[in-house]
């Protein structure tokens, strides 16, 4: 029986957070450099959307060098995509969201002694 698909956030197209989820594979490891990924049918029915959705989810993921198009075999995980993607979403993380936590933080006045252990 299939996984039940996602929640799809509504602004922004489907193809875009699934092409998120498998970046998010490719940086936890699921998915590792050089090994091949879901073909678009097999993406297709994980994620309950059209084959073209799927498909444009590998234009993307090869657009952005994170993937390698095999002739009649399926796309696999480039070499160094993970270094790449860890520098990528690491400036993401520092430009986009960290503000936007600290912003929270103050909002709500936590002093760094009240936050949970970890995170200072």
């Given at each position: 029986?299939?996984?039940?698909?996602?929640?799809?956030?509504?602004?922004?197209?489907?193809?875009?957070?699934?092409?998120?989820?498998?970046?998010?594979?490719?940086?936890?490891?699921?998915?590792?450099?050089?090994?091949?990924?879901?073909?678009?049918?097999?993406?297709?029915?994980?994620?309950?959307?059209?084959?073209l959705t799927a498909a444009k989810v590998f234009q993307e993921l090869d657009k952005d060098d994170l993937t390698i198009k095999?002739?009649?075999?399926?796309?696999?995980?480039?070499?160094?995509?993970?270094?790449?993607?860890?520098?990528?979403?690491?400036?993401?993380?520092?430009?986009?969201?960290?503000?936007?936590?600290?912003?929270?933080?103050?909002?709500?006045?936590?002093?760094?002694?009240?936050?949970?252990?970890?995170?200072?």
């Amino acid at each position: 029986m299939p996984a039940k698909a996602p929640i799809w956030n509504e602004d922004q197209p489907i193809y875009r957070q699934i092409t998120d989820i498998i970046v998010g594979r490719i940086l936890d490891s699921t998915y590792l450099e050089g090994e091949l990924l879901p073909s678009v049918r097999q993406v297709a029915v994980e994620f309950d959307v059209s084959p073209l959705t799927a498909a444009k989810v590998f234009q993307e993921l090869d657009k952005d060098d994170l993937t390698i198009k095999r002739r009649g075999i399926g796309s696999e995980v480039s070499p160094g995509a993970r270094k790449s993607l860890l520098t990528s979403e690491r400036q993401k993380f520092v430009e986009v969201e960290w503000p936007e936590i600290l912003r929270r933080i103050e909002q709500l006045d936590f002093k760094l002694s009240e936050l949970p252990d970890g995170l200072t």
